[in-house]
């Protein structure tokens, strides 16, 4: 299955205790089973469940309903953005 | 012009680049600052700005874009520091140029309202030896209704 790189922001970062995590992915798949399958895969993975945590994909804001393609180079979750 | 630093900007100098010689009407801009969050000591405060490298210029671009293809702007600067700030410092500059003021004012009120909550940034403040995460306001996201076409 194909290595994918996924990284993690601000307070999701610090719960989940690591920046990135290199996932193996039976691409493609949603968002939303991504966050399920890391969830199960990483020690503190259930801070990626929390209401409103939200993600990206090769850099593009995405949903949970959003497919991750065969052709991904970087995942991301991160909570609800704070900047200006 | 579209930055994000580490160093402080210099208003002027952004000012004085987003003027065209014959063609500026009007330039709106707004400096945002990091104010007082704690009852504690300014010294004792401090504020960490995380980006996502990559994605927040990307952020930044898709929305002077999209500001440029609602308004006829001149030009368009947006200027955001990350890394360790404090209280009083300058944290962002949006500076709008055009031939006449309400596009300058609209297009510098969006990108503002855009910048909020469409831009890959995360700010943290500590006091003493407590910190903790800044949450999104919701108020961020029903400003952005009002520029819905």
Sequence with gaps: MPKVRVVFFASLKESIGQSEYIAELALPLSISELKHQLANELDNGQALLAKGIQ???DFEFARDLDVVPN???EVAFFPPVTGG | MILVQ???FQVDTLYKSLLKANQTGAVAMFVGLVRQFSDLPKEACSFELEHYPGMTERNLQAIVDEANARWPLLDVCVVHRVGRLSVDDQIVFVGVSASHRAEAFQACDFIMDYLKSRAAFWKKESEGSQSHW?????NDEESLERWSK
């Design chain 2, 6 to 8: 580490e160093e402080d």
């Design chain 2, 134 to 138: 800044v949450e999104a306001n919701t």
């Design chain 1, 71 to 73: 052709t991904v180079n």
């Design chain 1, 55 to 57: 993600s990206s994909i």
